[in-house]
């Protein structure tokens, strides 16, 4: 942020025949209250990993969660809480097994990649071949891991803006497949984490069109550690490994979106959209991903709903099945796509607390970044020229070219615990949770209240 | 350590007839280069890890451990290297799950305590009694637990010196043992533990003759505090797990310590006496418990060897079967209770820092004492008047009434990673580790050096 102030950054923007949103006189000091008190986002969270755990997408527990969150954005008080549901193909963990056999046995934690094919439940054992990085293993000449365990290694470290995920996220996303490709029997990469846990990181995989899936699974960053020490150590001979992964594909299941309302005053208007995923891998508790991104905009709906109805309704989309496909996010784009949205905002990134507002907008309609970008300076929020792209769940609004908002969460810790069995509520810092309610309630208060297009830049 | 300075220490004990050690001039610029660059500790615990990993006591894993640091020991230049062989009684670990079954249904992360019993392969499932500490486990009238599962939380805080290990510890040591004498069908414990991760932490316990062992575990603390939250939320309603532990007792098995020496100049002295325990718990890795305090003794021992032939011999013990009930410890004061020892050392805490200096003849022999205060102060070692009790593998020493000096390690981190699979090469730090072989160095050189007896305070 060198060279890049706030006084600066307003002053550029001061554009001066904008729109201007007339906010509630109470708007600001309800955002304020929710930095000090709010108790909704934890309640929310605090609730949903006690009384259900995880939300694994298609299943039994994800059902388990969406009921919970009915019953509690009823009692809350939302209007015309509802269930959309949808179907979707669902993959289920099974047993999950390593060891190193030779030349030094010993066994390591690992953990199942959504989507990996089984071993069978006697597994298989093989020799691993060590690849640096996912463009190592593009490089391995077709048919040269035939037989054999491919490990795909890379260096990930911890980043404000999460942009290391982007970095070293390939391991995981199409790593499987090109060993696939290539003829491996199995493949095992290190997490896609910047931990020291014992906890591998799961998420999915991809195996395109035409590719056999194959066992895939992470290890957790200091069994990943420790096997590159061994290949050091062996000088040359060969390391072999025993997996054992029992995944299944249990075919199309039920799933569902959750949506609720604080309805505004001109129902004729586009609402304006918070989203956030109501699934969660099967390892933790899901309550930073994403338990937090629910509470944060629901606690955000109700500041705002309490200071008079808003002018335009605010709708919560709790998305169903976001981890192993984004099924719950094309549902819902599938059935709303006939539907005008204001605007969409998506928290799903932890529960740390916002450094940075980015819109797609704040060219084109630069009064209104500027009196966004204003509201929540006092909560250490930076200005930014970054162009908001949406969450996951904003698919919706992405298709109708519409406009976004993106309140940046500090993603420095947030990839030490995301697919983690270290995914629990005590991970979740309550100070760090309020700041984030106070930032989008006065976000949010601002975004309902404004009359006319929203006008995203092209 | 408020109004206890190193001078005022120092003084109070300059008792100017005392016996004064003469150690090789090169002994200080050995302990300094060792904060600088020692490479042999690291050395250790990098290879062991890296090469058996776990070592159960009793098992195959700690065999091929013993066999590997005989090896390395001989391979460093040590003399006498040897292994004393002892049978043992020897439990391992089976299958292990937890569920809470009703009112709020999600798996729970548990590890089997050793000793435990076992469920059957079906597991069990009953009703949940909580109690707070294992003193209100204490006070529930006898019966009253039957056909029950018995909870046992308490508070464990992180202390530099580890007493938080002494006030939560009775929780696992005797606590099942009496929920099994109140009729409890089985007994899980908040980990003995004062870390966030989701791994629980093992340990032995106690099932005295008579008591038939049930089965007992430990919930990782976000689940324990998970598990708790639940009881607040069921608000009366019965709270039933469902408990599958499988572990075994084989029996008699092999074990063994290992022995090496650094040879003194006069064999007729008695020898210094430095200890570690070889084997670990099955989980992590055993790095930091105690592939660490092994490591530092061995670099200790070698950087005094290579300063000249010291007075004394220096030996080593790398104890056997220390996690489940000091066999090691026990079958070496059998096997030596008619030999004499100078005096003895233990690393069994981790790799942290020194950060006190306690002996049993601080009062009885303070000019050696205040030797060896001086000569580690600049480490940042402080003195003190406690009275060194010697660790768990210095029995030998003990029976005999000898001197002990306890470098105390700071335990502030220790009970974050202790018997969890977080006890991994990448917790143990560097530079930490070296202050350690430094000041080890010193105090070893110190010892080895000096003439007549050592003279424990009554």
Chains 1, 2 share one sequence.
Not at 123 to 130: C, D
Not at 157 to 171: E, V
Not at 289 to 311: E, F, K, M, Y
Not at 437 to 452: E, H, K, R
Request: proline share 6%; with cysteine.
């Amino acid at each position: 942020m060198t060279r890049f102030h706030l006084a600066a950054a307003l002053s550029a923007l001061a554009i001066p025949h904008a729109a201007i949103a007339h906010v509630p006189a109470t708007l600001a000091q309800a955002a304020d209250t929710a930095l000090e008190n709010d108790g909704i986002a934890w309640d929310f969270v605090e609730g949903i990993t006690t009384e259900v755990g995880p939300r694994q997408a298609g299943t039994e527990a994800e059902a388990r969660g969406r009921a919970w969150a009915m019953r509690w954005l009823a009692a809350q008080g939302f209007a015309r809480v509802a269930e959309e549901p949808f179907t979707m193909d669902t993959w289920i963990r099974g047993e999950e097994q390593a060891a190193i056999t030779a030349p030094f046995a010993q066994r390591l934690v690992v953990t199942a990649l959504g989507n990996s094919g089984a071993t069978g439940p006697r597994g298989l054992e093989a020799e691993v071949v060590y690849f640096p990085s996912h463009a190592a293993l593009q490089a391995a000449p077709d048919g040269s891991l035939a037989g054999k365990i491919a490990y795909i290694g890379h260096a990930m470290r911890p980043t404000q803006d999460g942009s290391g995920y982007g970095f070293a996220g390939p391991a995981r996303w199409t790593g499987p497949a090109i060993a696939a490709r290539k003829g491996a029997a199995a493949v095992v990469i290190r997490s896609i984490g910047t931990d020291h846990h014992r906890g591998a990181h799961t998420g999915g995989t991809t195996f395109p069109e035409g590719v056999r899936p194959i066992p895939a699974a992470a290890l957790s960053n200091p069994d990943a550690d420790n096997l590159e020490r061994m290949f050091r150590r062996a000088a040359g001979q060969p390391i072999r490994m025993r997996l054992v992964l029992t995944p299944r594909q249990l075919g199309r299941t039920a799933s569902g979106n959750v949506v609720a309302e604080v309805p505004g005053r001109d129902p004729s208007l586009p609402p304006v959209l918070l989203a956030c995923h109501l699934d969660s891998w099967d390892l933790g508790t899901g309550a930073v991903d994403d338990a937090a991104g629910c509470g944060i905009i629901a606690a955000a709906a109700l500041h705002v709903g309490r200071q008079g109805t808003p002018l335009r309704t605010i709708r919560l989309l709790f998305a169903g099945a976001e981890e192993t496909g984004l099924w719950g996010s094309r549902a819902y784009a599938e059935a709303h796509r006939n539907e005008r949205f204001a605007v969409g905002l998506e928290s799903d990134f932890g529960a740390d607390r916002i450094w940075r507002l980015d819109t797609n907008f704040t060219e084109s309609n630069p009064a209104l970044y500027r009196q966004l970008a204003a509201a929540v300076a006092r909560f250490g929020v930076a200005p930014s020229r970054e162009v908001a792209t949406g969450g996951a769940d904003l698919n919706v609004i992405r298709e109708q070219g519409g406009a976004l908002v993106d309140l940046q969460q500090d993603g420095t810790r947030y990839f030490d615990l995301h697919h983690t069995p270290e995914d629990t509520l005590d991970k979740v810092d309550p100070v760090q949770l309020r700041q984030n309610v106070a930032v989008w309630t006065q976000v949010v208060g601002i975004l309902a209240n404004t009359a006319g297009e929203f006008r995203p830049a092209e």
